[in-house]
């Protein structure tokens, strides 16, 4: 029997790290330092894991106490009563829609490249039987105040169309700021009519460290609110929920409906902590460095197709002899390789510099490879910003 249970725990024996892990992980933050491709890909600092180690330990089904320490801090800098840590933005937006839709039919009215209607597989109608009313904002930017009132659904009694329960906006939405005051006008409405508020605030941390508006006043036109703790801010795990305590204690047990209920997330809370503390005062160095691009890009006859307002630029090589996708096998082959997603390129904490100016070089080089061979129009656009494509990635 022992010699029977040793063969099975050969069997099951698993080294991951490689013996030289150091010097590969080494380059991973040498890679990730030369990535456009999203802040998603930010990871944890050796500073940020030191930190953490020292996380509470407990299960957070039944009493996890740094998870509940960092749910408590960030329901009292929204504004909220309570406040639920959970594995994702995906989870966190999908657990507030379905704790606020009850019964269909109903609707939920967004912008059409709202992450909830392009980026999360359909979750909405999946879980929630909800319709949605996509608005393509006229001006380009955000929904207004005027869309909504043409667009929300408040009478059904003729059975044609789904009531509007809630209203989801998305700030910063592919990284440009949605404007306070119309943010405040539609929520006034929306109360006036009863339908309910939720926020996307996935990237909000950008809006507060641009605006210097606390996250209390940002949020207190909402509901509900999402902020994820990966995205912006460099932890490596995880999104946080807030709103009144009767709607968290309905979300609570969706998470665990959902398979969301996470055991010994001490670690991860104090992760959190950590980017808080650390990360989030490093964002308006990062839309400096954003802004430094756009500039660079617009500077060498590049189309700027949505502005740094925060961490992201969207651009066009239209006139210009090549694509995007050039641009993208280009940046792949360099000796120190530069990765990019397409036409959206997303600064973070760990962007490095020497990575914006190489990048700069690139598309430098590409111009004048396109105009020495007749390619390229050598006109320079004005660079002035039009609508992103809403099928962007995350």
Not at 310 to 316: A, K, L, Q, W
């Amino acid at each position: 029997m022992e010699a029977a249970r040793a063969k099975v725990a050969q069997e099951v024996r698993f080294d991951i790290n490689a013996s030289n892990q150091a010097e590969v992980n080494a380059k991973a933050y040498r890679a990730i330092a030369r990535s456009f491709v999203s802040d998603t890909v930010t990871v944890p600092t050796p500073e940020m894991y030191q930190y953490a180690m020292l996380g509470s330990l407990g299960d957070d089904v039944f009493h996890e106490p740094h998870t509940q320490a960092l749910e408590a801090h960030l329901a009292k800098i929204t504004g909220k009563e309570a406040a639920l840590y959970v594995s994702s933005g995906t989870q966190s937006n999908q657990l507030a829609l379905r704790a606020h839709l009850t019964q269909p039919p109903h609707s939920v009215l967004m912008d059409i490249r709202a992450h909830v209607n392009v980026h999360e597989g359909g979750g909405l109608a999946y879980h929630c039987g909800a319709a949605t009313v996509a608005i393509t904002p006229t001006n380009g930017h955000h929904i207004t105040l005027d869309e909504v009132k043409k667009h929300i659904i408040l009478d059904n009694q003729l059975g044609h169309a789904a009531v509007t329960r809630v209203i989801e906006l998305e700030n910063t939405l592919n990284g440009t700021i949605f404007p306070q005051d119309e943010i405040v006008a539609i929520s006034d409405f929306a109360h006036s009519k009863g339908v309910l508020m939720h926020l996307d605030g996935a990237r909000l941390w950008h809006v507060a460290a641009e605006t210097g508006k606390s996250l209390t006043e940002l949020c207190a036109p909402f509901d509900s609110v999402n902020m994820c703790f990966s995205k912006g801010l460099g932890a490596p795990i995880g999104s946080i929920l807030a709103g009144p305590k009767d709607f968290i204690a309905r979300a609570r047990v969706l998470r665990k409906l959902f398979g969301g209920g996470m055991r010994q997330t001490g670690f991860l809370a104090a992760a959190a902590a950590y980017a808080l503390t650390n990360n989030f005062p490093r964002l308006p160095a990062v839309h400096k460095l954003a802004q430094k691009l756009e500039a660079g890009l617009e500077a060498l006859g590049v189309t700027i197709t949505s502005r740094a307002e925060t961490c992201m630029v969207f651009f066009s090589c239209e006139g210009l002899g090549f694509d995007a996708s050039e641009v993208v096998k280009r940046a792949e082959a360099l000796p120190d390789p530069i990765t990019l997603f397409g036409e959206r390129l997303v600064v973070h904490i760990q962007t490095s510099e020497e990575a914006v100016d190489d990048l700069l070089a690139l598309f430098k080089a590409l111009i004048e490879e396109k105009r020495a061979a007749g390619l390229a129009n050598g006109v320079a656009t004005n660079g002035s910003a039009t609508s992103a494509s809403p099928y962007v990635k995350a």
